[in-house]
C-alpha cells in the first residue's frame, strides 16, 4: 500500500467519527495546555528570578576583587593574606584567556556628586570607570546617543544610567528634596545628551552645601556626555555614569594635584567630581576617591578596584568563578544567588510538572480508549481489509497514523490553547498584584512559554498519540480476519 | 499450528470417539482416496504433491491441490471435526462448486482454500505453494496477488463509495489512486453499476452490493475468485443475475472460480459439482454436460419457477 493511502485512510477515520475525535483531541489538548502551562508557571518562576537578578547585575556577570584574607575553617577567625594577587593588567589579559569568558573589564570607581541649575540641585553619582570598549559586550543598552566605544578611549567622554536625571535634589532648599526613583516607562525630566555641558572639579565644599566657583585656581576639566541607558526593566536603582577607566585615573591624578597644590590636603580627605553646565550656569559636583592600592610579594600592584567578568553562557558561571578563585581573587556573581533561589523552588517546580504529566497521562489513556472502541466498531472492517489481502504492517501503520493525528491535532491545539491561559494566567496575576516566591506578578510574567516548550509538547504529544496507539495497532493486526468476518 | 497438530497426534482414534464418523463408502468416491483410511493415519505422509495428483480427466495445470485435509475445532472440551480427510484438486480456469448443507464444513473448506484458517493436518497447495505454512505476511501477500473474494453479505466497507470499495485491492498492492479509479469505473460499467459508482454501499440495494463485490474481486484479475454462498442474501433473478455475471467473468479471463453453496441451482454453472456431508467429499459430480450456460434457457426458467410462485 502507498504511505498516502495509508494516510488517506487513517485521515478519513479521523474524520468519520467527528465527535469521538473531537474528545478525545480535547483530552490531549487539555493535556499537552496542562503541562505547557504548569511548565511555563516553572519557568515563569525562573525567569522572574533571573528578570529580577538580572535588575541588580546580569547574571553572566562576575565580580573579581582582591582576596583580602580568609575564614579559617578550622578556627573561625578571620586571617588576613599577606600578599595579595593584583588586579592589573596582566590579571585582564589572564581573566580573558580563560575559555568561556565573553568580555573583561576593570572597573574604578569614585563617589561623585552632580550638580546643575546655578549649584542649585544637586544628585549623588558614582563614576565608573571601565574599559570603553567592552561596554556593547556587556550588553548596556542606549536610550539616547551612544554607548562608549574605542574611539572613548583617553577621553573625557561618558555615559550616563536612566535615572541619574531623576535624583537632582534642591540643595539650597534644605527641606525640599523631590527626587524620585523612576518609574517604569517613565520620560527624562530633561535630556541631559543634547542640553547640558560638563566639567569635572576637585573641589567640593560640603558643608556650607554650596560650591564656590569663584574661588581662585579650581581646575575645571570638560567632559562630554555621550549617551544615556535605557532604563532597566523591574526597577531601576543605579546611579552610575560610565568612562574610560583610563581616563577617570588621569582625571583623578590632575584634579588631585590641583587640589593639593593650591588648598593643601592636610588630614581633610579630598574630593572628585563632576561640574554639570548648562548655558552659563554652572554648578560643580565632588565626591570622595576610594580607589585602592595594594602590594603583592610582585612588583605589581592593583591598579583597578575590581575587575567584572562576562562568561558567555550562565551556565558556565559557576566554573569560570572557580577558576578565577584558584587564582586567588575573591569572585562574586548573581548567578550564585539564582541558583540557591531556583534550588528552594526546584520542589514546587516539579509539583507543577507532575501535575501536567498526570493531565497528559490521562489524554494518553484516552487516546488508547478511543482507538480500542474504535477497533472494535471496525472490526469486521479490518478482517475485510485483511482477507482482501492488506498488509499488517498497513494496517499498523493507518492506527499508529490515526492516533498520531489525534496527538498531533491536539498538541497543536493545546499549545495555542496554552497561550491564551498563559495570557490570562499573567493578567489576573499582574492585575491581583500577586506576587509569588517573591516575584512581582506586575513586572515579570508568571507564566512564560519559550519556544522549546512548544516544539518538545507538539512532540511529546504526537509521541503519546503514537505510543498509545500501539497497543490498539497491534491488537487490530492480531485480529482473526475470518472472526472478524463472521460477526454479523 | 504446531500445538494443534500435536493435540491431534496425541488424540489417537480411540479419543476420537467425539468426532463424527467417518463414512468409508463417501471416501471411496473422492479423488485420491486411496490413502484416506479415515484421513486419521496419515500426519506423517510427506509426499510430493505432484505425484499424488492423478486425476485422469484434466491435462491443465493444477491451481489449487489439497491433500488429506483435516481440520478439528476445539470448542471447551469437545472436539469437533469439521474436515475429516479431504482431497481435491481443482484446475486453473475451472469452475468448482462445494455443495452441502450448513455444518457439512464445506465454508472451513474454502476458508482453509484462501489461507483464513489453518489446518489441523494436511496440505494447501496453490500454485505449487504451501499456504498452510504461510505466515500472515506471506498470506496477505498471496491473496494480494491471486485471490479475489465475494461474500455472502457483501461485506464492502461501509465508509467508501462503490468505486473506492473496489479499488481496496488495488490500493492494498500499491497502485496509483488514478490508476485504480479508472479500473473500479471500469469494472463497476461491466457490472452494470456505471450510475452507481459514486454510491456507499447503504445507499444500494442488495444485488447492486453483490455485484460491487463481485467487481472489486475481479478488478486486480486474480488467478482464483473464492465466493461463499454469494447469492444467500439475494433473490432468484438477482442470483442469476449475479451468477451469470462472476461465471462470465472468471470465463472469459480463464480465472478459477471456487463457489462455496447449499443451493443445488448455483451449483448446475460450476464445471464440477463437490458434494460434501460431514467434513468428507461425499461424491463429486461431472457437471459440463448438463450445466447451464450463461444466458440460456434454464436460466430463464429457473426465474419464471421462481417468480410464479
Known amino acids: 500500500m502507498r504511505k498516502t493511502d495509508v494516510l488517506r485512510f487513517a485521515g478519513g477515520n479521523f474524520l468519520r467519527r467527528k465527535a469521538r475525535s473531537a474528545l478525545t483531541v480535547l483530552g490531549v489538548i487539555i493535556g499537552t495546555a496542562a503541562v505547557v502551562i504548569m511548565l511555563s508557571i516553572g519557568i515563569g518562576m525562573n525567569k522572574g528570578f533571573e528578570d529580577q537578578i538580572n535588575s541588580y547585575g546580569n547574571i553572566k556577570e562576575i565580580n573579581v576583587c582582591e582576596r583580602y584574607g580568609t575564614i579559617n575553617e578550622e578556627t573561625g577567625e578571620w586571617e588576613q593574606n599577606e600578599s595579595r594577587a593584583p588586579l592589573d593588567d596582566i590579571t585582564l589579559a589572564d581573566l580573558r584567556a580563560i575559555e568561556g569568558v565573553e568580555a573583561v573589564t576593570p572597573k574604578s570607581q569614585y563617589w561623585g556628586v552632580m550638580i546643575k541649575d546655578n549649584k542649585e540641585k544637586a544628585s549623588n553619582a558614582q563614576i565608573v570607570g571601565i574599559d570603553a570598549a567592552s561596554m556593547e559586550d556587556f550588553g548596556y543598552e542606549i536610550l539616547y546617543g551612544r554607548l562608549l566605544n574605542e574611539s572613548d578611549i583617553g577621553t573625557n567622554n561618558f555615559v550616563m544610567c536612566f535615572n541619574m536625571p531623576f535624583y537632582f535634589y534642591e540643595m539650597r532648599g534644605g527641606e525640599e528634596v523631590y527626587w524620585h526613583d523612576s518609574v517604569e516607562g517613565e520620560e527624562l525630566p530633561f535630556n541631559p545628551v543634547g542640553d547640558y555641558r560638563y566639567q569635572f572639579t576637585w573641589y567640593w565644599n560640603y558643608g556650607t552645601g554650596a560650591v564656590d566657583t569663584t574661588r581662585p585656581r579650581i581646575k575645571l576639566v570638560d567632559g562630554k556626555c555621550v549617551g544615556i541607558l535605557a532604563q532597566k526593566k523591574g526597577g531601576d536603582y543605579s546611579q552610575e555614569i560610565y568612562m574610560d577607566v583610563k581616563s577617570v585615573q588621569e582625571l583623578q591624578k590632575t584634579l588631585q594635584a590641583n587640589q593639593d597644590k593650591y588648598y593643601g590636603r592636610g588630614d581633610e580627605p579630598s574630593y572628585g567630581g563632576v561640574v554639570v553646565i548648562k548655558s552659563d550656569r554652572a554648578v560643580i559636583g565632588g565626591g570622595i576617591s576610594i580607589g585602592g592600592s595594594t602590594t603583592s610579594d610582585t612588583d605589581r600592584k592593583s591598579i583597578y578596584d575590581n575587575i567584572t567578568v562576562l562568561a558567555k553562557d550562565p551556565k558556565k558561571v559557576q566554573d569560570i568563578e572557580k577558576q578565577i578563585q584558584e587564582m586567588g581573587y575573591e569572585t562574586n556573581s548573581s548567578m550564585e544567588w539564582l541558583t540557591q533561589l531556583q534550588e528552594q523552588t526546584k520542589f514546587l517546580r516539579s509539583i507543577l510538572g507532575a501535575i501536567g504529566v498526570v493531565a497528559f497521562f490521562v489524554a494518553a489513556i484516552s487516546i488508547a480508549n478511543t482507538m480500542v472502541m474504535s477497533i472494535y466498531e471496525r472490526t469486521r472492517e479490518i478482517g475485510i481489509m485483511k482477507v482482501l489481502g492488506c498488509k499488517l504492517s498497513d494496517i499498523r501503520g493507518m492506527f499508529l497514523i490515526e492516533a498520531a493525528i489525534i496527538g498531533f491535532t491536539g498538541g497543536v491545539l493545546g499549545v495555542i490553547f496554552s497561550y491564551g491561559m498563559s495570557a490570562l494566567v499573567n493578567m489576573l496575576a499582574g492585575k491581583g498584584g500577586m506576587s509569588m516566591m517573591g516575584i512581582d506578578a506586575a513586572t515579570s510574567n508568571l507564566s512564560v512559554i519559550p519556544l522549546w516548550l512548544d516544539i518538545a509538547a507538539l512532540i511529546l504529544a504526537t509521541a503519546v498519540g503514537v505510543l498509545a496507539g500501539l497497543y490498539p495497532a497491534i491488537r487490530a493486526t492480531r485480529l482473526s480476519a475470518l472472526e472478524a468476518i463472521k460477526n454479523e | ?309
Open chain 2, 1 to 309: 499450528m504446531a500445538e494443534e497438530v500435536k493435540t491431534f497426534t496425541d488424540s489417537s482414534p480411540a479419543k476420537n470417539k467425539e468426532a463424527p464418523m467417518l463414512n468409508d463408502t463417501d471416501l471411496k468416491t473422492a479423488p485420491l482416496n486411496e490413502q484416506t483410511d479415515g484421513g486419521l493415519r496419515q500426519a506423517s505422509a510427506v509426499q510430493p504433491i505432484e505425484e499424488n495428483i492423478k486425476d485422469p480427466n484434466v491435462s491443465a495445470k493444477p491451481a489449487i491441490v489439497i491433500k488429506d485435509l483435516v481440520k478439528i475445532f476445539t470448542i471447551g472440551k469437545e472436539k469437533v471435526r469439521a474436515l475429516a480427510g479431504i482431497n481435491l484438486v481443482v484446475n486453473q480456469g475451472e469452475i468448482v462448486c462445494l455443495l452441502g448443507t450448513s455444518g457439512s464444513g464445506k465454508s472451513t473448506l474454502l476458508n482453509m482454500m484462501a489461507g483464513l484458517e489453518k489446518p489441523t493436518k494436511g496440505t494447501v497447495t496453490i500454485y505449487g505453494e504451501r499456504i498452510d505454512k504461510m505466515s500472515e505476511r506471506k498470506l496477505a501477500m498471496f491473496r494480494q496477488k491471486n485471490m479475489g473474494f465475494v461474500f455472502q453479505s457483501y461485506n464492502l466497507l461501509p465508509n467508501f463509495t462503490a468505486i473506492d470499495n473496489v479499488g481496496m485491492p488495488l490500493a492494498f498492492s500499491g497502485v496509483k489512486r488514478k490508476v485504480r479509479d479508472k479500473r473500479a469505473k471500469e469494472m463497476l460499467k461491466l457490472c452494470g453499476l456505471g450510475k452507481r459508482m459514486r454510491h456507499k454501499p447503504t445507499q444500494m440495494s442488495g444485488g447492486q452490493q453483490q455485484r460491487v463485490g463481485i467487481a472489486r474481486a475481479f478488478v486486480g484479475k486474480p488467478k482464483i475468485v473464492f465466493a461463499d454462498e454469494p447469492t444467500g442474501n439475494l433473490d432468484t433473478r438477482t442470483t442469476i443475475e449475479v451468477m451469470e455475471m462472476m461465471v462470465s467473468m472468471s470465463r472469459e479471463n480463464h480465472q478459477t472460480l471456487v463457489i462455496v453453496t447449499h443451493d443445488t441451482e448455483i451449483a448446475a454453472y460450476a464445471d464440477k459439482i463437490y458434494h460434501i456431508i460431514d467434513g468428507v467429499i461425499s461424491s463429486v459430480e461431472d457437471n459440463t454436460h448438463k450445466q447451464i450456460g450463461v444466458g440460456s434457457e434454464e436460466a430463464a426458467e429457473i426465474i419464471r419457477a421462481a417468480e410464479s410462485v
